[in-house]
């Protein structure tokens, strides 16, 4: 099994034991404690899990950035949208949309409203697919990295206001 599929493991395993409270949690405590056994390799693989990683894509599309040196943040609250997906620098929001949530008339509904949103706020919000992420990543990577490199994921000088402060508050903050 690669690290990326184990890690997408190990977070969903953190995530739903976090979001349905399941008995016998699994905690990033817990999961450190066990990998202590563990060699070096593995324990630095459990380091990089994220609780608040909300699917398998999310992992993946979190994993694949952090790798090419790339700030990531996992469920950045925004306000009057809610919690993101992934946050990029200050402003690219990735959205990753599976279709269990978004392939429904109100989800596909929500999204969009999410999205203008996020467009009024002049924050950048990209939607990937299960099939971009799984089959198309070399066709979105360097899309993703020629923002990066010409800075869109980044406020500009001189702007202020509510939309630049809200990627600059610490995580959960609602």
């Known amino acids: 099994m690669t690290e990326e599929m184990a890690l997408t493991v190990i977070d969903s395993a953190l995530n739903k034991s976090r979001r349905y409270l399941i008995p016998e949690r699994i905690t990033q405590r817990t999961l450190q ?4 056994t ?3 390799r593995y324990r630095r693989t459990i380091e990089k899990a ?3 990683s909300q699917s398998g894509l999310e992992t993946l599309v979190r994993l694949r950035l952090r790798s090419r040196g790339i700030r990531v943040t996992t469920q950045k609250h925004h306000p009057g949208v809610g919690h993101v997906d992934l946050l ?4 690219l929001v990735i ?3 599976g279709r269990e949530t978004h ?11 999410r999205d203008l949103r996020l467009f009024s706020d002049d924050v ?5 697919t299960y099939a971009q992420v799984m089959h198309d990543w070399p066709t979105v990577e360097p899309i993703i990295l020629s923002k990066i490199r010409r800075r869109d994921h980044r406020w500009g000088r001189g702007i202020n206001g509510p939309q630049r402060e809200w990627a600059r508050r610490p995580l959960g903050y609602t």
């Open 95 to 97: 959205e990753v949309d």
């Open 88 to 91: 990029v620098g200050d402003r």
């Open 124 to 128: 950048r919000c990209l939607r990937l």
């Open 33 to 36: 404690a066990a990998a202590e």
């Open 103 to 113: 392939d429904t008339d109100d989800g596909f509904a929500t999204d969009r409203v």
């Open 38 to 40: 563990l060699p070096e």
């Open 50 to 52: 994220d609780p608040l």
